[in-house]
């Protein structure tokens, strides 16, 4: 119980910083920090944009993708 609830106030400090914008670390979304969820992914927070996206992020790590998400995204990043 302690854990979940640890998590969720981590999520809201995350949420509570500045007005800069930011990009969702799942779809790229730009949005202000203030209103990015906070998602636990490969051992760190990132920013997201909705429950979908973090959702999807979960989903990653319970399933052992994180190597293969990760591969993708540096490769969707290369500019050719």
Excluded: W
């Excluded at 920090?33 to 051992?43: H, P, T, W, Y």
């Excluded at 790590?61 to 969707?76: C, F, R």
Aim: glycine fraction near 6%; charged fraction near 20%; include cysteine.
């Amino acid at each position: 119980m302690a854990s979940a609830f640890s998590s969720l106030l981590e999520s809201v400090l995350f949420s509570f910083k500045t007005g800069e914008k930011t990009d969702c670390f799942h779809c790229g979304e730009k949005m202000r920090k203030s209103n990015a969820l906070a998602a636990r992914f490969n051992g760190q927070l990132q920013p997201v944009c909705c429950h979908g996206c973090l959702a999807i992020l979960r989903t990653v790590e319970q399933n052992n993708l994180v190597n293969d998400y990760m591969k993708n995204k540096a490769s969707q990043s290369v500019v050719g």
